[in-house]
């Protein structure tokens, strides 16, 4: 692993997220660094930080690993999901337009529009 750290930085609804990409669960997010991250002077600034990682559950394809701009573990953000929605489909990372994304509070259905400007939605799976 190398100490650089690529990231996308996303808005969704107003809000603003550093999107991480880390399928592999190779580079976990400490409280600091996140913080430090969405420092709106000497960071990218952001409300928080996402990290996308590839599920293990048959119900899910990714995990939002959702930190808020002082690290803090959060549950789950609906604008966030519309970003790693729009994420997932700039990248290519899913070839279906719905998925399941695994957040601490449950399962969402993500289903992204074929649009050239994707449009996300999110419910409980």
Known sequence: MTDELRFAKYQGTGNDFVMLVDLDDERPLEPDA?????????GVGADGVIRLVR?????AS???DYRNADGSLAEMCGNGARCVGKLVH????????EFGMQTLGGIRRLRVGDKPLAHVTCERG
């Open 55 to 59: 599920s293990s559950r048959p119900d």
């Open 90 to 97: 700039d990248l290519g990372l899913a070839e279906e337009l």
């Open 34 to 42: 996140v913080a430090a991250l969405c420092h709106r002077r000497s």
């Open 62 to 64: 990714f995990v939002m």
